[in-house]
């Protein structure tokens, strides 16, 4: 009786996002930024970034954030050109991808649910523990219609973590061409957006585009369940993508 009363007074505790709003810790490590776009910053050292996101431009400074997997080490190294900001609604379009109104139109035909297969292609295991978590009872993703399963025949979402290794190539493939269209594939991770660190080591194939027409992509490493449910919801074509106006 003693855990039941102890839940009643606790209340609901799950987030209510992404159908209301929810906040990341003023410190959280979301999004790097340049503090000042317009100001000459010809004397940083852009090989502080261990995933090479940190690129100039003439005498201005631009951070890739597919490759970015937010270490901190620029803002450390240079805290007045270097920010991080506690946003969590991190996913992206992908370049050549539809659009969220032709992701929405695709959408519909999942109905009210949606089912994800989830492949794991050559990840440390970081994004894996992350997706898992958007299905304990503080994020609680059924309550929104997503569930796993584990076979792609019955997968509307292909979501994919890690960079491709050569000896996941074809199984990739594979589960790909078993899902019934429509479809829709995310990238889930710095590394399966980009390749990140391990892009150009000679037992990956890369970013998971370069086998696959992915649709979203999710960076971090690992992104949070947030970012992944934000990400998810993009995918569906009901959220916006990060930089985009509301």
């Known amino acids: 009786m003693s855990w039941i009363g102890f839940g009643l007074r606790g209340g609901i505790l799950t987030t209510k996002y992404p159908n209301g709003n929810d906040a990341m810790p003023p410190d959280y490590r979301g999004e790097i930024h340049v503090v000042d ?3 000459d910053v010809g004397d940083i050292n852009t090989d502080v970034c261990l995933s090479n996101a940190i690129t100039r431009e003439g005498r201005r400074l631009h951070i890739d954030h597919l490759r970015c997997f ?23 379009l ?14 519909r035909a999942f109905g009210r649910s949606v089912h994800l297969r989830h492949i794991d292609v050559g990840s440390d295991g970081s994004e894996e523990q992350e997706l898992a978590a958007i299905f304990n009872p503080f994020y609680d993703a059924n309550r929104l219609g997503i569930f796993l399963t584990a076979t792609p025949r019955h997968a509307d979402v292909l979501i994919v ?14 589960t790909y061409d078993a899902m019934p269209e429509p479809k829709i594939v995310i990238a889930l991770g710095t590394s399966a957006c980009s390749g990140g660190i391990f892009a150009n080591s000679p037992d990956v194939v890369g970013p998971v585009s370069k086998l696959l027409p992915v649709d979203v992509l999710i960076p971090g490493s690992p992104p949070s369940p947030l ?3 934000h990400g998810i919801w993009l995918a569906l074509g009901r959220a916006i993508a990060r930089g985009a106006s509301r």
């Open 37 to 39: 776009s317009e100001h």
């Open 70 to 92: 937010q270490c901190g080490e620029c803002t450390r190294t240079a805290p007045d050109t270097f920010n991080t900001l506690p946003k969590f609604e991190l996913g992206t």
């Open 94 to 107: 992908s370049q050549d991808g539809p659009t969220v109104q032709a992701l929405k139109q695709r959408a």
């Open 161 to 174: 973590s890690g960079v491709i290794t050569k000896a996941m190539a074809q199984a990739l493939e594979h």
């Open 227 to 229: 970012t992944i449910l």
